[in-house]
């Protein structure tokens, strides 16, 4: 349907514009305004929904953190278990203890054998005592007037024998004493040369080395008597407490499953079509649908050299059935809210920097 503008109208047209105020003539800008405003945003919104794939990529995945089996390294009744299921510990927090009563008597044991070592050994490295010496000297002194006298004695048989008074049994035997008293004297002799000298080195390297040797004994039954205290090696959360107090622990059988608090990443599976797109150190936001206004910023910490069948937990069935890279998505989780399992959605802005060096701060979520 054509419409016919005639003089007439225009002029009407004109002549109601001229009777508007200033007033009403800002309002109709200011409405023009606005409505073009609406429709470009309302076109960006459209575009960028567009342009969305193109410019983050998105991947479904589970919370996953390291896991700690804790046992005791000795083996023993447990007495106490200081924890349950659930609960945070700290670092170097006690857990749990063995009887030590074995462990005790042992230490103490070996303590008492060190202490003699040091006196034995002391005793050596002293050498003889003066008192020690001068009996020694004593000894020479009394066995050569021993020598002295058996050797007069002797002269003086010796005379009687020649001159027919005494048999030659007897100068045999007046003979023999004389060695006797000689060989004595020269017993006598060496005994002062050893009190003299003191001990010989090796028997106190010998005494030396029995005493590093129960020192090295004590030091691993006082490790033992240690070992009898169960301590958290990290800050984490219990998950599993497997024994109970009455149970005899060894090295063997764990205690508690300890899940550490750090480090956090995101399992995901990334098909190989965007493989190419991801490299270490790509900037990442995480979500989850417990939290799902809070933004968890993260980072790409691992790719998987090898391609595997995406697991069945993964809830996108169009990739179940393809090969894909695993892919661990380090996330900054300081108020602990991501635990493990929990279900993340993970975006990665492939725009960021691709140094693999623009790693963020675990600053707390906004």
Same mark, same amino acid.
């Given at each position: 349907m054509n419409i016919i503008v005639t003089r007439e109208m225009v002029d009407s047209i004109t002549k109601i514009i001229m009777k508007l105020s200033e007033k009403h003539i800002i309002r109709l800008m200011l409405?023009?305004? +606005?409505?073009?405003?609406?429709?470009?945003?309302?076109?960006?919104r459209y575009w960028d929904r567009d342009h969305e794939g193109e410019l983050a990529l998105t991947f479904y995945g589970n919370v996953d953190m390291r896991e700690v089996q804790l046992a005791f390294m000795v083996q023993d009744r447990i007495v106490k278990l200081n924890v349950n299921e659930g609960e945070r510990v700290t670092q170097g927090q006690l857990l749990g203890q063995l009887d030590t009563t074995r462990f005790e008597s042992a230490v103490r044991e070996l303590e008492a054998q060190l202490e003699r070592a040091h006196q034995q050994? =002391?005793? +050596?490295?002293?050498? =003889?005592?003066?008192?020690?010496?001068?009996?020694?000297? @004593?000894?020479?002194a009394a066995q050569k007037a021993s020598l002295v006298e058996t050797e007069k004695s002797y002269r003086r048989t010796l005379e009687l024998v020649h001159?027919?008074?005494?048999s030659p049994q007897t100068l045999d035997d007046a003979r023999s004493r004389l060695d006797v008293a000689r060989a004595r004297l020269k017993a006598a002799n060496e005994a002062l040369s050893l009190a003299v000298e003191g001990p010989r080195k090796e028997v106190i390297a010998a005494?030396? @080395?029995s005493l590093e040797q129960t020192e090295a004994r004590l030091k691993h039954a006082r490790k033992d008597l240690l070992d009898t205290q169960l301590f958290a090696p990290a800050d984490g959360v219990i998950r599993s407490r497997i024994l109970e107090p009455g149970d005899i622990a060894t090295p063997a059988k764990p205690v508690f499953t300890l899940a550490k608090l750090e480090p956090v990443w995101i399992r995901t599976y990334v098909p190989e079509t965007q493989l190419g797109r991801i490299v270490p150190g790509m900037q990442a936001q995480i979500r989850t649908? =417990?939290?799902p206004d809070t933004v968890y910023p993260g980072w790409v910490g691992?790719? @998987?050299?090898?391609?595997?069948?995406?697991?069945?937990?993964?809830?996108?069935p169009a990739l179940r059935t393809r090969l894909v890279y695993q892919v661990w998505v380090y996330a900054c989780n300081p108020s602990n809210a991501l635990r493990l399992g929990m279900p993340a959605t993970v975006v990665l802005n492939i725009e960021a920097p691709r140094t693999g060096t623009d790693i963020p701060d675990c600053a707390p979520a906004q």
């Open positions: 409405i023009f305004v +606005l409505v073009v405003a609406v429709a470009a945003l309302i076109g960006y050994l =002391s005793e +050596l490295e002293a050498g =003889s005592r003066p008192q020690e010496i001068r009996k020694a000297q @004593a000894d020479v001159e027919k008074f005494l005494a030396r @080395a649908d =417990s939290f691992y790719i @998987a050299s090898t391609a595997e069948f995406t697991p069945k937990n993964v809830e996108t």
